[in-house]
């Protein structure tokens, strides 16, 4: 079972593609002809979605079956099986594209977020994802990266304080942000800080905050960065990351490394549906 939020954004996709009627489905094959299709690896990755994509399926055609090969979170390699599908073939030919869709993209998402995970290991910082995601679909790209064994970061601008720098200009400085944010603030939430100096450290530090982000800091500044504050704050590093700069950056001390590119510029999983 998926939550309503996913049968959501599964049901929206699956109209959006068959709008008024598969016209080549409906014209080839006959609505209770039964047959079985495989979904198979053409690279290594990480798999991600099964439950997503075995129920797109099921939102056409509760009737079809499934026989799992592989499960979220474990590495497959080119050429094996992940899924077998049976069923009745005009269901499952109008659910392919969907089903792929989402489930390579969650894939492509787990796969990168693994190799960023692996590249930081023996280093406290922990790999963040951020709010540059697919629109409409930021609660299955997020789960992905969970998957992929990253951590979320907020989930939108409702669950979580972060000033960056256009809160800053707008009230000219970070005291004056951070003094009109604590007017406001829940108890039980943080208050963020962007940074792009040590001066501007300095400043976060004296405001009190919880955690302090290094936004496209040189290695070098970072590692004073997390000198000056010393534990007295978390510290996030941002900006300008990569998988050959990644194992540097947490080798600053920092606590936490966000990564846009785990979910705006993935390359989808290579998977193909084939009737057997």
Request: proline share 0%.
């Amino acid at each position: 079972m998926v939550s309503r939020q996913i049968r959501k954004i599964i049901e929206t996709a699956l109209a959006e593609d068959i709008g008024t009627g598969d016209i080549t489905t409906g014209a080839i094959v006959g609505s209770e002809l039964a047959g079985k299709a495989q979904a198979w690896a053409k690279d290594d990755f990480v798999v991600a979605g099964i439950d997503i994509f075995k129920e797109v399926f099921f939102c056409l055609d509760d009737r079809t079956q499934f026989q799992l090969r592989a499960s979220d979170g474990e590495l497959v390699k080119k050429g094996d099986v992940v899924a077998e599908i049976s069923g009745r073939l005009f269901y499952i030919l109008q659910a392919e594209r969907v089903a792929l869709n989402i489930f390579q993209r969650m894939c492509g998402i787990a796969t990168l977020t693994r190799k960023y995970v692996e590249a930081v290991r023996g280093t406290k910082a922990k790999i963040l994802d951020t709010r540059k995601t697919m629109p409409g679909l930021r609660v299955i790209d997020k789960m992905a990266v969970s998957i992929g064994g990253g951590f979320n970061h907020r989930m939108g601008l409702y669950d979580g304080v972060m000033i960056k720098d256009n809160h800053i200009a707008a009230a000219g400085n970070i005291t004056a942000a951070v003094e009109a944010q604590r007017k406001r603030l829940a108890h039980t939430l943080k208050i963020e800080v962007e940074t792009k100096n040590l001066s501007e450290v300095q400043e976060a530090l004296d405001c009190g905050v919880e955690i302090i982000m290094l936004d496209n800091m040189a290695l070098e500044e970072m590692k004073k960065a997390v000198e000056l504050i010393a534990g007295r704050a978390l510290v996030e590093a941002s900006g300008n990351v990569n998988l050959q700069r990644v194992a540097a950056i947490a080798a600053t001390g920092v606590d936490y490394i966000s990564v846009g590119e785990l979910t705006h510029s993935v390359r989808a999983a290579d998977i193909s549906l084939l009737i057997k």
